[in-house]
């Protein structure tokens, strides 16, 4: 049974440039998160994808965007790259939209992304 | 005021010793919480989570949780290098969908 998976894990792009990042959840797994995790700091929500919609999404500008498809995988997307935006992206899976619990949420191994 | 507080360290502690890992949070409504340990440049990886008030141990480590102070803790017994991590505190919100994370505390354990 496949976890959570990602990818790429690293990529490098510069400044002014798109990119787009992929997740695909854990199986039976419907819901996806994601986080955006800067050096030294904690992961801060992006936003959660469930039933192909946007259902919440954290303090973060237009620039970041997403998209999840009817296979539950989803998709970030930044345009615009700033230096700020690198950092470590990681994607949560979990089943629903229900309390979050330890048997519920699962997050992939990360795509380090670095702007020059 | 932060939603979630860790001191970021780093915490250095001798091996074998026991390492102690603070977190205070903001919601008095919040009802569980979650320690993630995360090497360096991998993902966090949950090693405990609490509901109740009181202790909950697993093995090594023994999660703290006082909801009357909105304080949670984490304590590592028989210290190992191989427990030299950042230690990431995190508690759900927002109806309980998403997860508020602290800073993290780096811990050293020194052989």
């Known amino acids: 049974d496949a976890g959570v998976t990602q990818s790429p894990t690293h990529l490098i792009k510069t400044r002014g440039q798109q990119v787009t990042l992929r997740c695909s959840p854990k199986?039976?797994?419907?819901?996806v998160s994601w986080y955006q995790q800067a050096l030294g700091q904690g992961p801060q929500f992006i936003f959660q994808y469930y039933e192909e919609e946007e259902r919440q999404r954290g303090n973060f500008p237009d620039r970041f965007s997403g998209h999840q498809f009817p296979n539950y995988s989803s998709e970030l997307n930044v345009n615009a790259l700033l230096l700020g935006d690198s950092a470590l992206y990681l994607c949560a899976s979990s089943l629903g939209q229900g309390i979050i619990t330890n048997e519920k949420l699962f997050f992939g191994s990360g795509t380090q992304l670095s702007v020059l | 005021q932060k939603e979630v507080e860790q001191n970021s360290g780093p915490l250095s502690v001798p091996e074998g010793a026991i390492a102690s890992l603070n977190c205070t949070y903001s919601?008095?409504?919040?009802?569980?919480f979650f320690w993630y340990r995360q090497y360096s440049g991998k993902s966090p990886e949950l090693i405990m989570f609490i509901y109740s008030n009181g202790d909950k141990e697993d093995g090594r480590f023994t999660a703290q949780l006082n909801k009357a102070s909105q304080y949670v803790s984490l304590l590592i017994r028989d210290s190992q290098p191989s427990d030299s991590a950042t230690y990431l505190c995190?508690?759900?919100?927002?109806?309980?969908?998403?997860?508020?994370f602290g800073q993290g505390t780096r811990l050293t354990i020194n052989p």
């Open positions: 199986s039976g797994h419907d819901t």
């Open positions: 995190a508690v759900p919100t927002q109806g309980a969908q998403k997860l508020v």
């Open positions: 919601d008095r409504g919040s009802q569980s």
